[in-house]
Structures are given as C-alpha cells and as structure tokens.
C-alpha cells in the first residue's frame, strides 16, 4: 500500500507545473476589465475576494510572490488619497452634511472645483467607491504579478517584440525586484537592530530599495541584450518600417477599442469593432514580425486545457459584467445620492465568481522554487531565465537554462 501511495505522490508531483504566464495575464486582465464596468462595492469586494483566493490557492514559493500584499497596500493609499482630495477639494454633493470645513471663494472658470464647505457622507462614500475600484484594478495585476514571474512572460513574447522586450524588462521586473529588495534590507536592518517599520524606516529603506531593484533591472536588460536577445536575420529595410507601422495602428485602434468598450456612454463604433480591427492589425504585424527573427525556445511553456480555462474564464467575468450592464446599469453603477444599501446583481456576481475558476483547474506550482528563481535578485540568474533560449546571433549559440 506504501508504495501504491509513494506512486501516486510521483505522479502528482510531476503534474505540478507553472502556468503559462500569458495566460494568468489574459485572466486579470479579463477580471480589471469586469471591476472597471462597476462602482458597487459589494461587487467590488467580491472582484477582490476572487482575487485573493486565486492568489492564496495557486502562488508560489518565490520572492516576487509577495506583491499581491505590496499591491494590496498601495490600494488602501488610493482609496485614502481619493476620500482626503474629494474633503479638501472635490464636488459638493448634498445630502447629510458630517462636517463643514473653510471654504474660498474661486473665480467661475473653475467652476466645479472647491477649496473646503460642506462634507456630506453621501460625497465621501461616493469618494470611497471610486477609490475602491482603482485599488481592486491593482490587486488585480498584483495577483499577477504573485502568480507568475516578468521573466517567463518575457520569454513568450512575439518575435516582434523582441526589441521591445529588452526595454520591457525594465518595467516588469522592477516591482518584483524592489519586493525582493525590501524583504532583504528589512532583514538585514532587522540584524542592526534598526527600525523597519513606520516612518522612522522610511528614509533608510526608500533610496536603497529604488537603487537596488533598478540597477538589477537594466543589469537584466543588458544581461538579454548581451545574450543576443531579439536578434533578427537581414532582410530589406521596408518590411520592419511597414510591420512596426500596422502594429502602432494596431494598438491605437486597441486601446480605443477598449475604451468604447469600458465606457457604457461610447458610441458602438469605438466598441467591438475597433477592437476587432486592432486586434486583426496586431495579429498580422506580430506574424509578418515574427519570420525575420531567428529563435529557438529551450524548454517553452506550453499552452494547454488549464491554460484556454483560465484565460476563459478571466473573458468571462469580463463579458459577464458588461452583459448585467447593459441589462440593469443602475445595479452595477452604484450611486450614493441618494444614499443606500446596494444590490447584488445575481448575473454580475456569477461572472465575478467565474474568474476564480483558476483556483481549482490550474495546476498547482512545484512546491520548492529551483535556484534561478530563489536568486531572483540575482541578475545572472533573472537573464538566463528571460532569455532562456537559444539565439543564432552569427557567432555561435546561447544556451541559458530554464528557470522557473
């Protein structure tokens, strides 16, 4: 029995593997797309529930696995700045009146912005709600930023953007490496026996964190750029003008897409079918792209049944809250004049619970990191994962090492 148990332990273990990283970032995209059709804060908090479940059931050992905490932080600060902005200078509202601060008279081309008056509590849970679902919208890509390592979706990126994926890995890899970074200089302050917490630590541990996790991400930058990263064959010099071209046309036409679709007061035509055009426009430019470069993945992710469920289930949420939108708008657009308890739209809430489909279909991360990923704030280390590959740059091979 011993052994048929032994057994089946192997066989789980070797299931165990990371996600697709384009996957986990389809599905909080899907679910920051659903939170930005709402301001109902029960649905809200449900968005955020999702979230943190998804998080808690699939994160795995890693540094830059703590960032969902350090997003989670960084909302309660938007939801504290959004409340003290809309006291000091935001609209007043009326209603029940808390508390009257000194107001300034301004002059009428400023009109709709006030210094002081009347503080009702209808404009401050109104202040509360839209702060509120900024802060969701950030847990969101913090869970992503926990689920999966820059690094791994780095190394699925387009043959086109290749090029852009060294300046990227700047700015993806920065929030993981200044999480790494503080966790280290906390523990090695800690050792000092000075403070690491409150104001008093302030000073000492903002300029080191910054530093250190910026100079380790251009480190990791050039690391890749060194390492033959985005190297493209020769080929006639109208091609890569006329790609880079349609795929600029193609992520405006993207971005305006995705703007008529989050606003509910946009014409159809900024809807669906920019985004459809866009979509078409950057699918061409990546392929036409992609046949000049020359590259070869060591070990790639692959994409498979967890990987079309979880992105599934992300579109979901998000198709789900613009569909109990347009059904029932007062439901999802909560209003705070006059002041009541929301409603909890069943169809809007069914979706949100979809997305947190990825708890229980993708599969469970190996439970012990390798080296390469507990030495994230190794440079080394992160550019043999980030180009994990091999490059034909002319003069030979580069073999890096998977990493996790």
């Known amino acids: ?63 830059w696995s703590r960032s969902f905490g350090t997003f989670l932080r960084l909302g309660l600060f938007v939801i504290a700045v ?24 301004l002059p009428s081309w400023a009109a709709g912005v006030s210094v002081g008056g009347p503080v009702t509590l209808e404009a401050l849970v109104h202040a509360f709600t839209q702060g509120l679902r900024l802060a969701v919208v950030l847990a969101c890509f913090g869970a992503v930023n926990s689920l999966c390592s820059p690094y791994r979706m780095l190394r699925s990126l387009p043959a086109v953007l290749y090029e852009a994926g060294v300046a990227v890995t700047v700015a993806l890899s920065f929030a993981p490496q200044a999480v790494a970074a503080v966790a280290n200089l906390r523990a090695a302050r800690r050792l000092r026996g000075r403070p690491v917490r409150g104001l008093r630590s302030l000073p000492g541990l903002a300029v080191p964190v910054l530093e250190d996790a910026l100079d380790r991400s251009i480190a990791l930058a050039a690391s890749m750029d060194a390492r033959g990263y985005g190297y493209r064959r020769p080929g006639s010099a109208g091609s890569p003008r006329a790609a880079a071209a349609v795929l600029l046309g193609g992520l405006l036409a993207v971005c305006v897409g995705v703007y008529g679709v989050l606003d509910a007061g946009a014409p159809r035509l900024l809807g669906l079918p920019s985004l459809g055009a ?40 998000a198709v789900g809250l613009a569909v109990a ?20 739209p069943p169809v809007a809430a ?51 090492p998977e990493a996790a």
């Not at 697709?20 to 389809?26: R, T």
């Not at 959004?82 to 300034?104: D, M």
């Not at 439901?331 to 002041?339: N, Q």
């Open 82 to 105: 959004r409340v003290v902005v809309q006291v000091l200078f935001g609209t007043r509202l009326p209603g029940t009146t808390l508390f009257t601060l000194p107001s300034v008279e």
């Open 325 to 344: 939108s347009a059904q029932d708008p007062s439901a999802v657009a909560y209003e705070a004049i006059p002041l009541q308890w929301p409603g909890l």
């Open 1 to 63: 029995m011993s052994d048929v148990a032994t057994a089946r332990a192997v066989r789980a273990e070797a299931r165990r593997r990371f996600l697709h990283a384009g996957a986990w970032w389809l599905w909080a995209g899907g679910m920051a797309a659903a939170v930005m059709r709402t301001t109902n804060p029960l649905l809200l908090g449900l968005a955020l529930a999702v979230v943190a479940y998804v998080v808690a059931a699939r994160r795995p050992v890693a540094p």
């Open 350 to 400: 069914i979706a949100l619970l979809i997305g947190v489909v990825p708890a229980f279909t993708a599969p469970s991360p190996p439970p012990l990191a390798s080296p390469a990923v507990m030495s994230v704030t190794s440079a080394a280390a992160g550019a043999a994962h980030a180009g994990g590959e091999r490059t034909g740059n002319g003069s030979g091979s580069t073999l890096a």
């Open 278 to 317: 866009g979509a078409l426009a950057l699918a061409t430019s990546l392929f036409a792209g992609g046949r000049r470069a020359t590259r070869t993945r060591y070990r790639p992710d692959p994409w498979r049944a967890p990987e079309w469920l979880v992105s599934a289930s992300g579109a979901a949420a």
